[in-house]
């Protein structure tokens, strides 16, 4: 069983409680054509789906790891050259994320790493910014 | 009819030239993460303002002709489709792509997205007016059943079980109301946050979950060399196409019908023709989830003959059949021209020129598609440590695209984090993106249906049982939810 299957049918009916909870906030109770009657519903299928999932037998979890290191690794890099972009720009941010986590992933070669990492951010370059004329993030520090 | 104004894009050049470089790009642009049609068929919309009306049009439909398509080379390729369009199409290209047949998977999706558009242009061509007046006469409660019935096929179809799929839906459709109340004003799931009062954007969420999740996803694999891909023949055997002929023509059929439904689009024609295979194909040679041929070409067929039915309520009524053709609306009135039944009747060679453009371009989808499909075909190819992070920057312009907001971005990446912890639970992320685009229709529709019934859900319910359309769907509804439930029980 993967870990934190017993607690998922918790969480999940938590989130259908606030689904309803807005709905009734919003009179759905009240009428069928207020606001809130149409979240009511859907909160209602998914506190059904979410009991129907808590009584289902268990499913074995798949011998792959739940969170590898580089997954997790991926995802902080991820969130780091969203951070980033605001601040050195689309290019540079993209850049740098593109080179380190292809090194790691990779495990070898930093030079082709960085070349590949180059060409991607190039091709972005003519595909958004010259021929759709996306405004790409230029960087609050170069201003 | 009138056989120059068909021929006119054929015999000029430069709306020949449109119509192929529309083509061209509908496919290319498609097949990118992150770029939809619409949004291409908006972003070149903006540039045909100053154009004469007839280079517009055919750059537009060959763009929309060229997207619905293309938008299967990543669900093929990288298991992200190009729009909801092409998520039932993932469901076994990806599969098929991973053995190795990426090359016969994008051929056989490029030929049935020609048949389906042939298909579709003929039904406009010969029964607009016939299918516009089967359109019209469908109520809002129909429109709800049919998208229960798109939410019931897709929760059903994907992940572990149909309770999972539908807490998924129930999920998408809770987010799909995030915003002001269109009828009320109300905020709705705001919780005093200025920013979500204009509602969470499907498109960064549909990235999101599928490409940031499918992409981290990638990553929990251990490290194999990729898979080789057998790109000697593109074209299948012609016994194969004969085989899967009969199927193409139904899926077609019911993309005609289905994009003739204001409203309702190639999303909800692929999903609906991807179920009628898995109901109707006996023995697929590889398990429909796991490979299955029918599984692409039914979704690819249905989707671009989707295109030819959109057109009809949209030159026959004015109503937009899916997103595109509501800004190609926006785009006609741009260029002085009023959609609905006074353009049959005021200019009808705009209607017939259509016709003509939309041939041409699902001849240049076939060209271009087949030619292209090799190189293409070649991005499964690339090791995983290349392809996850190039796809992760893909993700992250393609949704800065959208409005140019840092704002998308960070909720691309929310719905990209969360949809890799959903996916290691068995949630997929189709029922959910479906849920967020049909959740306003269906939250319309079901007010609709009882304001009208003077708000009387009984009353109402009586109504569509006096309905011979709201009953078949009804009875659509109660047969896919049983052979769930019946199928789920029985031992595989």
């Known amino acids: 069983v993967r870990p934190g299957e017993r607690l998922l049918p918790v969480l999940l009916l938590a989130a259908a409680a606030v689904v309803v909870a807005e709905g009734l906030r919003l009179d759905g109770l009240a009428s069928p054509s207020a606001s809130g009657a149409f979240p009511l519903l859907a909160g209602g299928v998914m506190a059904g789906s979410a009991a129907a999932i808590a009584l ?44 380190i986590t292809i090194r790691l992933l990779r495990g070898h070669d930093t030079l082709r790493a960085a070349l590949i990492a180059a060409l991607a951010v190039g091709a972005v370059h003519v595909v958004f910014r010259l021929a759709f004329t996306v405004l790409l993030p230029e960087g609050a520090l170069w201003r | 009819m009138t056989p120059e104004h068909v021929l006119m894009s054929w015999l000029d050049p430069v709306l020949f030239a449109a119509t192929a470089l529309g083509t061209l790009a509908g496919i290319w642009i498609g097949a990118i993460p992150g770029l939809s049609v619409t949004m291409a068929v908006s972003i070149l919309v903006s540039f045909t303002f100053a154009w004469p009306l007839e280079p517009a049009l055919a750059l537009m439909a060959g763009v929309f002709t060229g997207g619905v398509y293309g938008g299967s080379r990543s669900a093929i390729l990288l298991n992200i489709p190009g729009g909801p369009a092409a998520i039932a199409t993932a469901l076994d290209g990806y599969p098929m792509a991973q053995r190795g047949e990426a090359g016969a998977a994008i051929g056989l999706t490029t030929l049935a997205s020609f048949l389906g558009g042939l298909i579709g242009v003929a039904a406009l061509a010969l029964g607009a007016p016939a299918i516009a007046e089967v359109a019209i006469l469908f109520a809002p409660r129909d429109y709800l059943l049919l998208a229960v019935l798109g939410l019931l096929l897709v929760g059903s179809l994907s992940g572990e079980s149909l309770a999972k799929g539908l807490f998924a839906a129930g999920l998408g459709v809770t987010l799909g109301l995030v915003g002001l109340d269109p009828m009320t004003a109300e905020p709705r799931f705001t919780y005093g946050s200025v920013e979500l009062l204009g509602g969470i954007p499907y498109i960064a969420a549909m990235i999101g979950f599928f490409g940031v999740a499918e992409a981290l996803s990638q990553l929990r694999l251990p490290d194999a060399e990729p898979v080789r891909q057998r790109i000697g023949r593109i074209v299948p055997p012609l016994a194969t196409l004969l085989r899967h002929l009969p199927l193409a023509l139904r899926s077609s059929g019911i993309g005609v019908v289905i994009g003739a439904l204001p409203g309702t689009g190639g999303d ?225």
């Open chain 1, 56 to 99: 289902a037998p268990r499913r074995p979890a798949d011998a792959l790891p739940m969170l590898p290191a580089r997954a997790a690794a991926a995802m902080a890099l991820l969130v780091v050259f969203a951070a980033a972009m605001p601040l050195v720009g689309f290019h540079l941010a993209a850049f740098a994320f593109l080179a």
């Open chain 2, 268 to 492: 909800i024609a692929a999903l609906m023709a991807y179920d009628h295979a898995r109901r109707t194909t006996r023995a697929p040679a590889h398990p429909f989830g796991a490979g299955a041929e029918e599984g692409v070409i039914a979704p690819e067929a249905a989707n671009n003959a989707a295109v030819g039915g959109a057109y009809v309520p949209m030159l026959t009524l004015g109503i937009p059949g899916d997103a595109v053709t509501a800004v190609l609306i926006g785009a006609l009135f741009v260029h002085g021209l009023k959609p609905g039944p006074m353009l049959m009747i005021e200019t009808p060679h705009l209607f017939w020129f259509t016709v003509g453009n939309l041939l041409l371009a699902n001849l240049a989808l076939l060209a271009f598609g087949l030619a292209g499909a090799r190189a293409f075909a070649r991005i499964a190819e690339v090791p995983r440590a290349v392809l996850v992070p190039l796809i992760l920057v893909l993700c992250v312009v393609g949704t800065f695209a959208i409005r140019n907001s840092l704002t998308d971005v960070w909720w691309m990446l929310g719905f990209g984090i969360s949809g890799y912890g959903l996916r290691l639970y068995g949630f997929q992320p189709g029922p959910i993106i479906l849920g967020m685009i049909l959740g306003p229709l269906m939250d319309a529709s079901w007010r609709r249906t009882v304001i009208a019934a003077g708000d009387d859900v009984l009353a109402a319910a009586i109504e569509a049982a006096g309905s011979t359309i709201s009953l078949i769907l009804i009875a659509t509804i109660v047969l896919i939810v049983l052979r769930s439930l019946v199928g789920r029980k029985r031992p595989a």
